[in-house]
T-cell receptor, first 113, second 114 residues
């Protein structure tokens, strides 16, 4: 079982729709969870993090965490063509003073005008 | 403030030559990471420095790869006797111990071995 799993996509949604990106992780002791956006040819950019069960909203983005199901998701409301990118899920497995993250391979999102 | 910087942005080298890639983390960040990303692939962890602790070198793919971090700040990744399979984008990231471990990435160095 991979440590952090994401559907590679591509996930294609029409402009204005909600895009739902999912991530599962294997280490039940994982502490904090991150979503990065990576445009083609660019480096990853942090867009959200979450560490408590439930939802966390920031503008058009909502991160959802369910530790019992070992599942974290990212919802993008009112998707725009500029949201087209690869979205990387990352997990801090150990917490404490170890800040090493484990990354999923990413989901390619395409928003069609 | 200034983000993570990396140099050079692009490097073309001949097979068998040594290369050095540099990373300047965000000021005050004590943790520094190197990753490699081949075309269309995910991030491959290489090495992790945390303060004065011994680095986590578990991701280095061979003994041709090494990294140093001087004075707890700037880091250099060295690849000796480069091979064509070393061609990739090398990304550096840093994080603060006062956060949750969120990492901030530099723009990367694109390495091409001919």
């Amino acid at each position: 079982q991979k440590e952090v799993e994401q559907n590679s996509g591509p996930l294609s949604v029409p402009e204005g729709a909600i895009a739902s990106l999912n991530c599962t992780y294997s280490d039940r002791g994982s502490q904090s969870f991150f979503w990065y956006r990576q445009y083609s040819g660019k480096s990853p950019e942090l867009i959200m993090f979450i560490y408590s069960n439930g939802d966390k909203e920031d503008g058009r983005f909502t991160a959802q965490l369910n530790k019992a199901s070992q599942y974290v998701s990212l919802l993008i409301r009112d998707s725009q063509p500029s949201d087209s990118a690869t979205y990387l899920c990352a997990v801090n497995r150990s917490g404490g003073s170890n800040y090493k993250l484990t990354f999923g391979k990413g989901t390619l999102l395409t928003v069609n005008p | 403030g200034a983000g993570v910087s990396q140099s050079p942005s692009n490097k073309v080298t001949e097979k068998g030559k040594d290369v050095e890639l540099r990373c300047d983390p965000i000021s005050g960040h004590t943790a520094l990471y190197w990753y490699r990303q081949s075309l269309g692939q995910g991030l491959e962890f290489l090495i992790y420095f945390q303060g004065n602790s011994a680095p986590d070198k578990s991701g280095l793919p061979s003994d041709r790869f090494s990294a140093e971090r001087t004075g707890g700040s700037v880091s250099t990744l060295t690849i000796q006797r480069t091979q064509q399979e070393d061609s990739a984008v090398y990304l550096c990231a840093s994080s603060s111990t006062s956060g949750l471990g969120e990492q901030y990435f530099g723009p990367g160095t694109r390495l091409t071995v001919t």
